[in-house]
């Protein structure tokens, strides 16, 4: 029994490690820069052993804290599984990231299958935690029972973040393919030509800018979800004032509103370093 305690400890330990000095479990999250959760799930499985033996010798008013702490280990071990699948999904993400910057949308559109896979599994180790996990009983061992209620919640946010990050990285592919349309049209001033895919890429930046913009702290893939949302606000301003300039042209409107909406792009677009550096998005401000 000692020495399970001591397992479980130590199964502790090593899930928490990477986190920082005096982490707990809720700073474990996809801002860990490392996690080793083969040697969690060794430690877990060692603990559960060592506890099942010794239920065969305890006396009866021993057995339910046993069982508790058995609960304790698969706790760990399937958060473990849970968070080793979130961080794949996030490192793909990443991925996706860099090549929506980059405007290589088919590349970006690769990771939406990964991430949906990831998701996937991520959910399905998510459900027993939620449902056959007993707070009560991984109640025994305080640094779990103290925050399993909040940890269940910090998971359930993270598997919407990635549902909202499948979606979003498919609408901003979309968006800078209908933007790599329009601008060039607009500015070879065939601007009945460069309404539609203008209008298309504005409200698909938009779809996406909301994708990312809904992803909770607690998580920790909020600073780079933040980070492409405001590029996405800069670009759907990008879109949307180009977009309203050809109106102007098409409609035969007054040119003052023209340059007024060329203007309301420029400025949308250098409003984001990011933005101004994509290649499409800088025909705009040179």
């Not at 559960?48 to 006396?59: F, S």
């Not at 209008?199 to 980070?227: H, I, L, P, Y």
């Not at 098409?250 to 370093?273: G, I, L, M, T, Y």
């Amino acid at each position: 029994m000692g020495k399970a305690m001591k397992g479980i400890q130590k199964t502790y330990e090593v899930y928490v490690g990477h986190a920082g000095s005096n982490a707990g479990l809720m700073d474990v999250n996809a801002s860990t820069d490392s996690f080793n959760a083969p040697r969690i799930r060794t430690l877990a499985q060692e603990s559960r052993t060592l506890l099942e033996e010794a239920t065969e010798y305890a006396p009866e008013d021993q057995k339910n804290i046993i069982l508790s702490l058995v609960q304790v280990t698969i706790f760990l071990e399937d958060l473990a599984r849970v968070r080793e699948t979130v961080l794949d999904a996030e490192d793909e993400f990443r991925y996706a990231v860099e090549r929506l910057y980059a405007e290589s949308t088919t590349r970006a559109r690769y990771t939406v299958p990964k991430i949906k896979e990831y998701h996937t599994e991520a959910r399905s180790l998510y459900r027993p935690l939620k449902r056959e996990i007993d707070a009560e009983a991984v109640a025994v061992f305080e640094p779990v029972g103290t925050v399993y209620d909040e940890k269940i919640d910090q998971i359930r946010d993270e598997l919407q973040a990635l549902g909202d990050f499948r979606s979003g990285v498919k609408s901003a592919a979309n968006a800078i393919e209908r933007f790599q349309d329009g601008v060039p049209e607009f500015y070879d001033r065939n601007y009945e030509k460069a309404l539609s895919p203008l209008n298309s890429a504005e409200f698909r930046f938009g779809s996406a800018r909301v994708d990312f913009s809904n992803v909770d702290e607690s998580t920790g893939m909020q600073e780079k979800a933040d980070e492409v949302a405001e590029v996405m606000t800069a670009l759907e301003g990008g879109a949307a004032g180009l977009h309203r300039a050809a109106e102007v042209k098409v409609d035969d409107d007054p040119q003052p509103e023209f340059f007024e909406a060329k203007r309301q792009a420029e400025s949308a677009v250098k409003s984001n370093d990011i933005a101004s550096d994509m290649r499409t998005a800088s025909q705009i401000i040179f």
